[in-house]
């Protein structure tokens, strides 16, 4: 069964300054993907960025960056120019590769929530 | 496209009384998943389907529960008898096969309070 890290409970950062949050997980597959997912207030589950595990390049998506680390199985957030917008819960989620390209479960962490003070 | 479609958005009922929740996916998206998030276990999932068919429910809690989906485009999980201990929200989420790394698209959930 894989499992997924989060520990840190609580963040805050300052506007326009740079967070890290840390994520690692625990898994015997090969194949599979990772996720962050932010949920502000709203309770809406969003995607913010995604990393195939195959391929050795960070995702990066505007000012949201991950630092993939397959080895030490590690897959950690960085928000760069953080915006008030960005106060919300984030989760990291694991999902093994599917057969014939199916769908699997999402495996989450616990959430981190990050606060971005004015 | 009007996104993962749940009702109610919110539901309040009393122990022992039965609840059904209910779940619209994206048009075209064959794969429908229950998640439920509760302070203490955070996100986990129920169960899923792949083209209406069950593939995982070992994250069903009892036999108080029960998840159908007779067709493409709609689901539902019941509870009866409801408990205390099942107040939480419930997300529906949907994807679609072959889009790798098949995205999960969440609808707003129902939060659901049993008294």
């Known amino acids: 069964a894989q499992t997924v890290t989060q520990s840190q409970p609580e963040m805050s950062v300052q506007e326009a300054e740079t967070v890290t949050l840390s994520c690692t997980y625990d898994?015997?597959?090969?194949?599979?993907?990772l996720f962050w997912y932010k949920q502000p207030p709203s309770r809406q589950m969003i995607l913010v960025i995604r990393?195939?595990?195959?391929?050795?390049q960070n995702a990066t998506e505007n000012r949201f960056s991950v630092n993939f680390q397959k080895a030490a199985k590690s897959f950690s957030l960085k928000i760069s120019d953080s915006q008030l917008g960005d106060t919300a819960m984030y989760f990291c989620?694991?999902?093994?590769?599917?057969?014939?390209?199916?769908?699997?479960?999402?495996?989450f962490g616990k959430g981190t929530k990050l606060t971005v003070n004015p | 496209d009007a996104g993962v479609i749940q009702s109610p958005r919110h539901e309040v009922t009393e122990m022992g009384q039965e609840v059904t929740l209910r779940c619209k996916p994206i048009?075209?998206?064959?794969?429908l998943f229950w998640y439920r998030q509760t302070m203490m276990r955070g996100l986990e999932l129920l169960i899923y389907?792949?083209?209406?068919?069950?593939?995982?429910d070992s994250g069903m809690p009892e036999d108080r529960f029960s998840a159908k989906m007779p067709n493409a485009s709609f689901s539902t999980l019941k509870i009866q008898p409801s408990e205390p201990r099942d107040s939480a929200v419930y997300f529906c989420?949907?994807?679609?096969?072959?889009?790798?790394?098949?995205?999960?698209?969440f609808g707003p959930g129902t939060r659901l309070t049993v008294l």
């Open positions: 989420a949907s994807s679609t096969r072959g889009r790798a790394p098949n995205e999960q698209f």
């Open positions: 898994t015997s597959e090969n194949n599979y993907y």
């Open positions: 990393q195939e595990a195959y391929k050795q």
């Open positions: 989620a694991f999902m093994k590769r599917g057969t014939q390209g199916g769908s699997e479960k999402l495996v």
């Open positions: 048009s075209g998206h064959n794969s």
């Open positions: 389907f792949n083209n209406n068919v069950p593939i995982d």
